[in-house]
């Protein structure tokens, strides 16, 4: 029974395709998120919801595109992929508050070719 | 706005040796700190947090961090390094409201020598 899971895990893709990553928490958070960890092991919040609703949407191409169905599940939809969205993708969930950690799904490797 | 900042983005020490990991924050607002570990190929797995008024954390697999305010710190140890130790090590902080996630440091890969 998995808290945060992500599929798929592995996903290699030619340039110009679209492609998702499907998430899901059975925790009963309130918040979830998507993140970005770049090759340097760098990890950036890409978006928030909460309740189905977007918090935060940072500085990212609008080719991403989140979307929740319910507080259960964001989903990251990439359109006309390109060689730079080759990372891994994390996706976590919050209860929300100031001290609650963030629980994170096992990632879903990207590779652009 | 909230950051952390972590010392050394390598750290290698010996089997059964103490382990040091650095990191320090900014913050205008009394923080909430937390520690996560990262293993090849895995997601990020929660350490320990900080909770206000405790100085002294303990988290998960022997490890521990002190929060220190006058030296903005929030270090992380752990007495006897074991090979299963080898993994990435990443300090956050909350941004923010409970929505805005954490903002992380840009990680620390502990190597563990033989």
């Known amino acids: 029974d998995t808290a945060v899971s992500q599929t798929p895990k592995y996903l290699v893709t030619q340039m110009g395709n679209d492609k998702s990553i499907k998430c899901e928490q059975n925790?009963?958070?309130?918040?979830m998120y998507w993140y970005k960890q770049d090759s340097k092991k760098f990890l950036k919040i890409m978006f928030s919801?909460?309740?189905?609703?977007?918090?935060i949407n940072e500085t990212v191409p609008n080719r991403f595109s989140p979307k929740s169905p319910d507080k259960a599940h964001l989903n990251l939809h990439i359109n006309s992929l390109e060689l730079g969205d080759s990372a891994v993708y994390f996706c976590?969930?919050?209860?929300?508050?100031?001290?609650?950690?963030?629980?994170f799904g096992n990632g879903t490797r990207l590779t652009v070719t | 706005a909230q950051s952390v900042t972590q010392l050394g983005s390598h750290v290698s020490v010996s089997e059964g040796a103490l382990v040091l990991l650095r990191c320090n924050y900014s913050?205008?607002?009394?923080?909430?700190l937390f520690w996560y570990v990262q293993y090849p190929n895995q997601g990020l797995q929660l350490l320990l947090k900080y909770t206000t008024g405790a100085t002294l954390v303990k988290g998960i697999n022997g490890f521990e961090a002190e929060f220190k305010k006058s030296e903005t710190s929030f270090h992380l140890t752990k007495p006897s390094a074991h090979m299963s130790d080898a993994a990435e090590y990443f300090c956050?902080?909350?941004?923010?409201?409970?929505?805005?996630?954490?903002?992380f440091g840009k990680g620390t890969h502990l190597i563990i020598q033989p």
């Open positions: 956050a902080v909350r941004a923010g409201g409970g929505a805005d996630g954490l903002t």
């Open positions: 919801y909460n309740n189905k609703e977007l918090i």
């Open positions: 913050s205008s607002v009394p923080p909430y």
């Open positions: 925790l009963g958070h309130d918040t």
């Open positions: 976590a969930s919050s209860p929300g508050g100031y001290n609650s950690p963030l629980h």
